[in-house]
């Protein structure tokens, strides 16, 4: 396959095949992200694809599932999208689910039309960073996009029928916005409704805006404890009717999964016994984390 730079994938496609139809990120302006600072966005060309899938073909049934990748890849025209949906069913038929990266400005560019298409195509689940449901925060780490068009995209996409997997980021806000953060990220989930939740934690990186922020004091990342106490309060807040929560991405200092609404209460206990028993020994530790 021709992977150029660093490939990035969620959790959940770690046996799909991966086909890097964009490199880096349209946005590229997340204060917090370092993925592709070394990577300006493009869009590979079709003959590139082409011979991925062509490759991919003489391999066999690898696997069922296919994820594009980079960044943003849904960013890509209608036009580009359908030609590699249509070449992945031409050439791997035995596909049966594809995924994607979309944040809330390439799923808001697309018609519900156009969304359709793309499910009947394949395409079965966006994976969306979503980060925070407070617009501050949103503004501080230069998302480009707001609470109110989260909302946008969740429709979008559920009109559309394709599966809508939302990330948010303990301690992206800093201790000084941390308890906003997070009850209005809470919030933000309730309105949204996702059937797939996915909690990570802020690592902040030498070399992004937010990392130099740090170096001069002027962002604090919330303690351990304290980045469960958002973890607590964005559970508390939400009110889903059937999703699927997890913490186990290796960012997270203590990995949790869920079904809400019904592992609720017993979630937020064991949230509360860990924050309250505040023994480290009961965290991940350090090495284990990553990225
Ligand atoms: S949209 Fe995603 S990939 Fe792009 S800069 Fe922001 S966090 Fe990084």
Redesign the pocket.
């Known amino acids: 396959m021709d992977h150029v730079g660093r490939i990035y994938r969620p959790p959940s496609e770690a046996r799909s095949l991966l086909l890097q139809v964009t490199e880096g990120?349209s946005?590229?302006?997340?204060t917090y992200?370092g993925?592709?600072r070394d990577k300006p966005f493009r869009a590979k060309p079709w003959s590139t694809i082409e011979a991925d899938l062509k490759g991919a073909a003489t391999k066999g049934k690898v696997s069922r599932r296919a994820f594009l990748c980079d960044?943003?890849a849904l960013i890509l025209s209608q036009r580009r999208l359908v030609q590699i949906l249509e070449g992945i069913r031409a050439h791997l038929p035995w596909i049966r689910r594809m995924g994607i990266?979309g944040?809330t400005r390439s799923v808001n560019r697309k018609s519900v039309t156009e969304l359709e298409q793309l499910r009947d195509l394949g395409l079965s689940i966006v994976y969306h960073?979503v980060e925070s449901g407070d617009d501050e925060v949103l503004r501080f780490v230069d998302?480009?996009g707001t609470a109110a068009e989260c909302i946008t995209t969740a429709e979008r996409l559920e009109e559309a029928g394709i599966i809508h997997s939302v990330i948010v980021l303990l301690g992206v806000g800093g201790v000084a916005l941390s308890r906003q953060h997070s009850v209005n990220t809470g919030k933000l989930l309730t309105k949204m409704d996702p059937p797939f939740v996915a909690a990570l934690t802020t690592t902040v990186i030498p070399g992004t805006p937010l990392g130099d922020l740090q170096a001069r004091g002027d962002f604090e990342l919330p303690g351990k404890f304290g980045l469960l106490e958002e973890l607590y309060t964005m559970i508390e807040q939400a009110d889903l009717c059937d999703c699927h929560f997890s913490s186990n991405h290796a960012s997270n200092y203590l990995p949790v999964r869920a079904d809400l609404p019904e592992d609720k209460p017993r979630l937020l206990a064991t949230l509360r016994a860990v924050i309250d028993a505040g023994d480290e020994g009961l965290l991940r530790p350090e090495w284990m984390r990553g990225l």
Do not use: A, S, V
């Open positions: 990120c946005h590229n302006r997340c992200c993925m592709y960044g943003d990266y944040d960073g998302k480009g």
